[in-house]
């Protein structure tokens, strides 16, 4: 993904960055002062791991406070917890949907700019309330001159100016720490490389136009998988205007049968190990907000800002991951892990690593196990850092992407057993299970 998007464009000037740099110290020393004094009450009182948390809510607070770079940035580090303590990805992962939606005020100077841009976006009205807000923009109901119903997605006023200021300074302030004697050997510049690219390109609308393109052609000829036509001729950089898909609830599987439901679970499976391991191209935000069935019985997918493509190396190790995870084959799943990380420790046992990947593949996964992809991720993740492997970014976001996936399709059908998602042949509900799931 870094050889898709050039960092350069987050360079800013010298003065602008000072002043963000005072800005960003004295938010972090108010949040210092209202956190720090409670959080060492607490360890007294309640102990380290009650402390803890208090300590990681406050962070999460700070990265709201301190804008959508930040927000953004702890989105997507939630994801790596082969990095990170799990308790602070948990914390970090709940900025997903705690975002403030814009002012109307703000979305009516979004709309002037985007019509100022592209003239023939003619609207007869805009719903004030927004269906959806993220970090970068937000998205509306609206109406088309000729009567069309469309969803407009408008980026939030100056928001890349802020983002790019924000990711220079991060950039320089981890050169800094790379230098710290806790830090060394952690892929950090790989990290947040990767981080300040995947948020540059949800800058980008016209890549998430391009990758609206790449969604509808993994999903060709699967007339169970729907995702909104894109109308290129109204668009433009700072707005997006869709099909708009009446309907989406996130409790509408709650009201269909479970064969249903296990027919769309395995048309969700599909739709991903066609993206995924045969166009290598990965939407890493498959959460409830963005994955949807209708009543119409139909998947819908939403948003295709924060997506990936894979290089042919990656895409095909991922796929050999999990077609070897699927019979169980634990000693290559290590080798791969290990063929794909972009650090080992010069003390990592290789073997032993091995070793532990066998065992746990056992336990897990492969034929006559029940795999919760949860716990095996989370779990691959510990015995990397017991070991000293840092996987490489570009293979350790897909598989937390899967994670986030998971979630999303066990909340439509539990019994889903999430390893076929490699091999795309996720079998039906035994029909003892299905004779459950109707009554």
Not at 3 to 16: A, I, N, Q, W
Request: glycine residues 8%; neutral net charge.
């Amino acid at each position: 993904m870094r050889s898709e998007l050039d960092f350069k464009g987050s360079t800013v000037s010298g003065p602008r960055a000072a002043l963000r740099l005072v800005v960003i110290i004295a938010l972090i020393g108010v949040e210092l002062v209202r956190t720090l004094p409670t959080t060492l009450m607490v360890r007294m009182v309640k102990g380290r791991s009650q402390s803890r948390e208090r300590l990681y809510r406050g962070l999460v607070r700070l990265l709201q406070t301190l804008g959508p770079t930040f927000v953004k940035f702890g989105q997507i580090a939630s994801t790596r917890r082969d990095t990170m303590p799990a308790e602070l990805c948990e914390q970090m992962g709940r900025l997903h949907d705690r975002v403030t939606p814009m002012s109307w005020a703000e979305a009516g100077r979004a709309l002037a700019d985007a019509q100022a841009l592209c003239p023939k976006l003619a609207l007869q009205h805009v719903d004030q309330t927004p269906v959806g807000s993220g970090s970068i923009a937000c998205v509306y109901r609206a109406r088309l001159a000729d009567g069309r119903v469309v969803a407009l997605k408008l980026k939030r006023p100056d928001v890349d100016r802020r983002i790019r200021t924000d990711l220079a300074l991060l950039q320089r302030l981890v050169r800094i720490a790379e230098r710290m004697p806790k830090m060394r050997g952690m892929p950090m510049a790989d990290l947040v490389g990767y981080l300040n690219a995947a948020i540059l390109g949800q800058l980008d609308f016209g890549r998430e136009a391009d990758n609206l393109d790449l969604l509808r052609d993994s999903i060709s000829g699967m007339p169970d998988v729907l995702t909104p036509m894109l109308y290129r001729e109204l668009s433009g950089p700072n707005c997006l205007v869709f099909d708009f898909i009446a309907d989406l609830d996130a409790a509408t599987p709650a009201l269909l049968p479970g064969p249903v439901r296990a027919r769309l679970g395995t048309a969700v499976l599909t739709a991903a190990h066609r993206m995924m391991f045969v166009h290598g191209f990965v939407h890493c935000d498959l959460h409830p907000g963005n994955l949807y069935l209708t009543r119409d019985e139909h998947v819908v997918i939403l948003d295709a800002g924060y997506c990936v493509r894979l290089p042919a190396r990656v895409r095909d190790l991922i796929g050999e991951f999990f077609g070897r995870l699927a019979v169980g084959d634990g000693r290559r799943c290590g080798e791969i892990v290990l063929e794909s990380a972009v650090a080992v420790g010069s003390a990592t046992n290789r073997e032993a690593f091995i070793t532990e990947m066998v065992q746990l593949v056992s336990r897990t996964a492969g034929p006559g196990n029940t795999f919760d992809m949860s716990v095996f991720g989370n779990e691959v993740f510990e015995l990397q850092q017991r070991h000293g492997i840092y996987a490489a970014s570009d293979f350790a976001f897909p598989l937390m992407s899967l994670l986030v996936l998971e979630g999303t399709v066990r909340g439509m059908w539990p019994a889903v057993d999430f390893q076929q998602v490699g091999t795309a042949a996720a079998p039906d509900l035994p029909d003892h299970e299905l004779a459950t799931w109707d009554s």
